[in-house]
């Protein structure tokens, strides 16, 4: 075949859909009771927004973005991550509202060019939700607590939650400063990476994967002892919160993300099977940046989940309405009959009848064989001498049972089967 899609980048096929749309409408429905409201944020901005907010040392603005320069010469990213965005919008729209938290959520891909692995892809698709306006230790509670339930209600108990605090603008310098010196000592044993890191992003040390590099960040000094008073009791209120709702929670302190704009609460929901790529969801505290971004000072809390690793663990045989399946498909016999389910399709599909059809006829036999494909409900057997008496053959596809259905009071009479 000439054409293949990109590497690293998939087709999500009709066949996964219904699980995506099911996932993403339990995720409208629990985000919406805890005030939660949909932002469309665009798939490309200007290159700056992304290397001021992510932070120019990360992998992902030094290594993953996928820009270009437009006709017209400006610079532009494919987004690689929906937080910059949202913080963007907030400001232009000036949707700071003063004593009240703005709260919003999108959906939809982001790039970034990785090496692909399982989980791991160039174009992948999150869920973000961002809330702007508090400080409060209620609210990375809450929004942890909402992430939780959202994961029950998708049938996912055992999910792991990571807990770390990364101190805020007046602690971390020091902590930063701190780790530095301790590092400095191990500089010949670490990896190139880190040695690199050393220098620019010091606290990237603490989570790399080498396991020689692992070794040595054990024995590193943790942000958590480095904390200011005032982190310190934020984190712990954190804590007690999350336990008040029985949240079950470990604490990580090697957890730093790998996004520059966090402060405080960091967080990653990690779960079984997923081999390596097994953090299904992070986020945490980012107070700064939208103060960096020249807003007014304003704390916010957020996190996004990976969709593609999300579906793969989501027990769906265990859920209810996720398959799309027709209501009834009709089967017809002959060509005045083939006519006539053309007319009975369109009035049963306008009055909320899901409806698939045979159109190329064939036997009864490999018709009924598309039928029980489609997983439909009910077939419609409509043939010319149904058509002749006016009472055509509905088959209930469960239970193997078939009734007569007068054709003139045809939609009430398979609505009534079908409730
Ligand atoms: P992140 O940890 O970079 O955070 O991404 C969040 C999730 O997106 C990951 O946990 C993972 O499930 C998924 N993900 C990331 N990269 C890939 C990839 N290449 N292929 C497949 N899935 C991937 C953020 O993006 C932050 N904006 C989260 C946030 C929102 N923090 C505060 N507000």
Redesign the pocket.
Known sequence: MKYRSVKGVKDILPADTPKWQWVERAAHRIFSRYGFNEIRIPIFEYTDLFTRGIGETTD?VDKEMYTFKDKSGDMLSLR????AS?VRAFIEHKMSNAGAVTKMYYTGP?F?Y?RPQA????Q?Y?I???SMGSASPAIDAEVMTMLMEFFKELGLEDLELQLNSLGCRNCRPKYRETLKEAIKEHLNKLCANCCDRYERNPLRVLDCKVPQDQEIAQGLPKTVDHLCPSCREDFAEVQDLLKGVDARFSLNDRLV???D??TKTTF??TAQGLGS?D??????R?DSLVAEFGGPDTP???????????VSVVPFDKLKGVESRPDLFIVSLGETAAKASFRISHTLRSSGISVDRSYDGGSMKSQMRKANKSACRFALIVGENELATGRLILKDMEKGEQFEVAVGPLTAEIKKHLK
């Open positions: 992902i690689p991550e929906g937080t949202a982001m970034r990785e989980g791991r892809f160039r992948f999150q973000g939700v961002e993300r790998g996004l704009y966090y990653e929901v790529q953090a299904i969801c992070g986020g945490g980012y916010c809390f957020g996190f996004a989940l990976g969709m593609e690793r999300l």
